[in-house]
């Protein structure tokens, strides 16, 4: 089945840590966007990538940083220079940049304890 | 700065009580209009595009309509199963997605 995979479903954090969520396609998409949603609001993007090995920052990048080595996987790190980081955090790609018809995965609920 | 507002917040309805969802917007070149809908704990689950004033689309019990300011999502006779949030968003001609924050629409039998 084709789609986009995120893990894990649910992580907890210490404070002070840094963590890794993981998003992997399979449906040959060259973009691909990682996404924060709170509680009762819209979703805010954090960052994205047009290509392999380039991507650019969205609205509220700073605490966080990605990775494109491959064209299939988008990893983001959460670090401990995040301030508010418990949040649902939503991996999406589409067929383009131009952010058509995006398709996400069922995100991961990061919580800091 | 691109603005999605999404009205009302929340909606409640009796099955078969049709009605309709609002997403005003102001953009710098819409390039597209989507509507995702979002079950509890799921990732957003993609529904219609919608490119130029005037254009409509449907999905079964679902229309989605579009005008030079504003988006409209009528449900017609909905079910309980079309409880969710359903989410709108623009895409601007620089390509960045702006959401809005989404309508929680609950269905009573």
């Known amino acids: 089945d084709g789609g986009i995979t995120q893990s894990p479903k649910y992580l907890f954090r210490k404070e002070g840590q840094n963590v890794t969520l993981s998003c992997e396609q399979n449906?040959?998409?060259?973009?691909m966007y990682w996404y924060r949603q709170d509680p009762g609001q819209g979703l805010r993007l954090i960052y994205y990538?047009?290509?392999?090995?380039?991507?650019q920052k969205g609205d509220i990048a700073e605490g966080y940083s990605v990775s494109r080595e491959k064209k299939e996987s988008f990893p983001l790190t959460v670090t401990s220079a995040q301030k508010n980081p418990t949040a649902f955090y939503l991996c999406?790609?589409?067929?383009?940049?131009?952010?058509?018809?995006?398709?996400f995965g069922q995100g991961t609920r990061l919580t800091v304890v | 700065e691109d603005q999605v507002t999404q009205s009302p917040e929340a909606l409640r309805l009796q099955e078969g009580e049709s009605s309709s969802l609002n997403c005003s917007y102001t953009?710098?070149?819409?390039?597209?209009l989507f509507w995702y809908r979002q079950d509890p704990g799921k990732g957003p689950e993609f529904l219609f595009t919608?490119?130029?004033a005037g254009e409509e689309k449907e999905k079964e019990r679902l229309k989605a309509t579009l005008t030079k300011k504003e988006s409209f999502l009528h449900i017609t006779a909905p079910k309980p199963e079309d409880s969710a949030t359903y989410l709108c968003?623009?895409?601007?001609?620089?390509?960045?997605?702006?959401f809005g924050g989404g309508t929680r629409l609950m269905v009573k039998p």
């Open positions: 968003a623009v895409n601007n001609a620089g390509n960045m997605l702006t």
């Open positions: 919608l490119y130029s």
């Open positions: 449906l040959n998409h060259d973009a």
């Open positions: 990538s047009q290509i392999v090995n380039d991507f």
């Open positions: 953009v710098s070149g819409l390039r597209g």
């Open positions: 999406a790609s589409s067929l383009t940049g131009a952010h058509t018809e995006a398709f």
